[in-house]
């Protein structure tokens, strides 16, 4: 049991920040199997619109703090090095 008022507030906060960060992680996941299965199936259209949407989907969970910034930078350009070598 939780001893104290602060204690038991900052569970609730670490509660709910622990799941809105889920569920953009579970977002940024998402879009990039839908852009890695563009990619798959050599449709550059639909790959290149797949990667834009992931791109704000990672540039916005950075800024959220849910990835750090070197890591959403790392992902990006490994996501683009995908789309370029379909070309």
Request: aromatic share 2%.
């Amino acid at each position: 049991m939780i001893a104290h008022g602060s204690a038991a507030k900052r569970h609730r906060q670490s509660e709910r920040r622990r799941v809105a960060n889920r569920a953009v992680r579970s977002q940024v996941r998402s879009g990039i199997k839908k852009f890695v299965d563009a990619v798959d199936t050599e449709n550059k259209d639909s790959a290149s619109e797949q990667l834009q949407v992931v791109t704000k989907l990672i540039d916005t969970a950075a800024g959220k703090g849910v990835y750090h910034k070197n890591t959403a930078a790392r992902t990006k350009s490994r996501l683009h090095k995908k789309l370029n070598a379909m070309a």
